[in-house]
Structures are given as C-alpha cells and as structure tokens.
C-alpha cells in the first residue's frame, strides 16, 4: 500500500515540472482540443510515445482553471491499485485545492482505473486522460463509459508545424520562399517530425525511444515470449514499408508457426502508432481482411533507424499517408492493371485518387498517370492528384483532369 504522504510527494514534484519549455510549438489539434473543454466528456489524447501528447496537456492547462495533474508513469505507481485512487484524490485536494478538472497521464497503466475516473465524471468533474494506446483505452471507456468520452489522435510535427518550428512563414511564399520551402521538405522527409528528436539531432535518443515502444508498449504490455521473431518481423515491416505484405509471407520469413500470430503482433505495433496497414480496396469488406496489405511507418527517422537507406519515393509516399490519417481520411489503396497509392472514402462514395511520385520522369511517367487513371475510371472521377516534391502542372484528358502539385503545396493546405 502506498501512503498519502508519499502520494502527496509525487504529486508536488510532478507538479514542478508542469512548466512549458520556452519556444513551444502550438499543435493543430489543440483547438480541437480546448473546443472539448467546454463539454463533460472525457477527453481520451492518444498518440506514440514521444509525439507531444504531455505538451499538448500542458498548453491546455495553460487555459485552464481550478485543475490537477498526474503522470502515472511514474515509479511509484508500479504497485497502485484501485482502491488507492480515493489516497490519490486527497494527496490532489491537498496540494491544488479546488479541482474541476483532472489530467491524467497514460492512466491505462493502472487496472480499473476507469470506475474512479466514471466516479469523478459524475461529479461534474472534467477529465483528460492521455496514453500511448491507440485500443486500452477505447476499449476500456466503450465498455464502461459509452458515449461519454472523445478521443484525439496525436501524430508528429505535420510538415506545417515543422515549418514554424524551423521559423518559416507561409503566409505569404514569394519565389524565393519556394525554394527554401522546397529545402524545408527535403529535410522534414528526411527528418522527420519527432520533436525531441528535431530538437536534439541525437540517434542515441531515437534508439531509446524505440526500444521503450517495443519492451514497454509491446513486449511488457501483451507479454511477448518470442520477442526474436517480433525483431524479426519489425525489420521486415520496415523493409517492405509503403509496400504490400501478407500475412502468410512474413511468417514465412520470420518462421513462426501461424499467421493468426504475425496478425496479432502487426494488431500491437499498429496499437503502439509504430506501423500501419493500409487495406486494398475491395468492395467486399470481408475481402479486404483477407487480401495483401500496405504497411507504412509512424514516422521516416525510424527508417533511417531500422534499414541503411531508403528510396526519397518510398519517405514521400509514407509522409503522405500519415498526412492523410491526420486529416482523418478512410483510406484504401487500389491495385488492379496499375496501382493508385490512395483512394478516399467519403460516406459511402470514393472521393479522391492520389498518386505519391518524388519525380514524374520520362521512365515512370506513363506507369505512375495510369494508375491514377485507372482509378479515376473506376471511381467515376474527375479529377485525380498526382503529388511530386517540386513539379507542377495539369493534365486535361477526355473531360478528366490530373493535377501534378507539389507536396509542400498539398501539405500545406
């Protein structure tokens, strides 16, 4: 059991530490965020480790009145139970005062948590939690509290945000801006948008991340034995990456007996925000589950991470793709004569067609256009996107139209 003296000391050294560095940068979903404040659902901010989730709480708190925060990572709360959670209230009323809203952070780590946090919301208390899981924690408030919470995903420093972290306005882009915009999105694919690693440029601090995802988010959480074959298979996730995978393959190649357990693993990497599937597009929903699939990266400093080098193609298709589910886009890719690497559901209706090209040349030109035709036909589209890093230009064909944009223009939008 743990005492209230010594919940008491947490809670104020916690508390000390709740200052926002100087220069941070403001998130896109912290409108969204504080649009939440103003309703009694639970606010559930989940994201990978590292993304700016424990930022995001602090700059929301910064607005904030009358609140109290905990960090549930801390060591002393490996032997918590639930029945403390009344010792951890007093501890807060303590050392805040009056309290109307509590922040917790990555709560997910104490069992039953979910009844003291239904307890406090039916006090007319608010409350955000965040966690670094993309199912607990739904899967805990959609059976105990349906209905009553919203959940945020965040993701890396989008490519707008990178822009004001290296202090570039985008108001307004002269020629001159152009090019050094252009320059900003070599780095960003190169770099990408994990900001402590931007602030730190230390590979040392990315391998530590990495390996807190895999042994604290992974191995530790699902009690992961064959933590070889895990290893294995990430390696090969980040070879194929913005590729197609089966199932049946990769156990193949990692020699595990069944599929059912390369599915499962693939369902805890996707759960930690490490990797992502991106489904062929089929009709039949039940088809899809069963056809070969894309798997894409969190971020492209990963791939410098797990491989020697990757293809700038294969970095600028991933860094679309997380653009893409940032903005909350159902996606699909489409492979039939060609491929298409994104197809959009809107409702019930395919909306959109885009195809990712580093450089339209004379060599992939026509591979790459077609296969944005071919879903242009498909779909009954009008216009179809072709996404470059710096080429621009429209194609009119037969009443179809394709425009070719450069990325920092589709990004920015």
């Not at 209905?147 to 993701?155: A, D, M, S």
């Not at 890396?156 to 108001?171: A, M, V």
């Not at 230390?202 to 074959?229: H, M, P, T, W």
């Not at 599937?277 to 929903?285: D, G, I, M, R, W």
Request: aromatic share 10%; glycine share 4%; with cysteine.
């Amino acid at each position: 059991m743990i005492s209230v003296n010594s919940l008491r000391s947490v809670v104020k050294t916690q508390r000390q530490t709740l200052k926002l560095k100087k220069h941070t940068i403001k998130r896109e979903v912290e409108t969204e965020a504080l649009e939440n404040i103003k309703d009694q659902r639970i606010l559930v901010i989940t994201g990978m480790r590292r993304v700016g989730k424990s930022t995001l709480l602090k700059q929301i708190m910064e607005k904030t009145k009358y609140f109290a925060y905990v960090n549930f990572e801390d060591e002393i709360f490996l032997q918590f139970k639930a029945e403390e959670f009344e010792k951890l209230n007093q501890a807060l009323l303590e050392e805040y005062g009056k309290i109307n809203t509590y922040f917790f952070d990555e709560i997910q780590n104490i069992p039953k948590w979910e009844a003291f946090v239904r307890k406090l919301q039916d006090n007319n208390k608010k409350i955000i939690l965040t966690g670094s899981n993309a199912s607990l924690l739904s899967k805990e408030l959609g059976t105990k509290l349906t209905g009553r919470y919203k959940q945020i995903e965040v993701y890396p420093f989008s490519f707008n945000e990178f822009l004001t972290y290296t202090n570039q306005e985008k108001e307004t882009i002269t020629t001159e801006e152009k090019a050094k915009i252009t320059n900003n999105l070599k780095k960003y694919i190169l770099l990408g948008g994990l900001p402590e690693y931007l602030e730190q440029n230390d590979k040392d601090y990315l391998n530590l991340l990495f390996e807190n995802i895999i042994y604290r988010d992974i191995v530790s959480r699902y009690g992961i034995r064959k933590q070889k074959a895990l290893k294995e298979l990430i390696q090969l996730l980040a070879q194929n990456n913005t590729k197609t995978i089966t199932y049946n393959s990769l156990k193949n190649s990692i020699k595990l007996s069944n599929a059912d357990t390369v599915r499962e693993y693939i369902e805890y990497l996707e759960n930690s925000y490490l990797f992502f599937t991106l489904n062929k597009f089929a009709y039949s929903v039940k088809k899809q589950l069963n056809m070969p699939k894309k798997i894409f990266i969190i971020d492209n400093a990963f791939t410098d991470k797990l491989l020697f080098s990757q293809d700038l193609g294969r970095k600028l298709e991933n860094l679309i793709f997380i653009e893409l589910i940032r903005r909350k886009k159902q996606l699909f890719f489409l492979q039939e004569k060609g491929e298409c690497d994104f197809i959009i559901k809107n409702n019930a209706q395919i909306s959109d067609a885009i195809q990712v090209c580093y450089e339209l040349k004379e060599e992939n030109k026509n591979r790459e256009i077609n296969g944005l035709k071919e879903a242009m036909e498909k779909f009954k589209l009008k216009k179809g996107t072709i996404i470059t890093l710096d080429q621009e230009e429209t194609i009119k064909e037969n009443e179809k139209i394709i425009e070719i944009v450069p990325a920092w223009k589709w990004l920015l939008e």
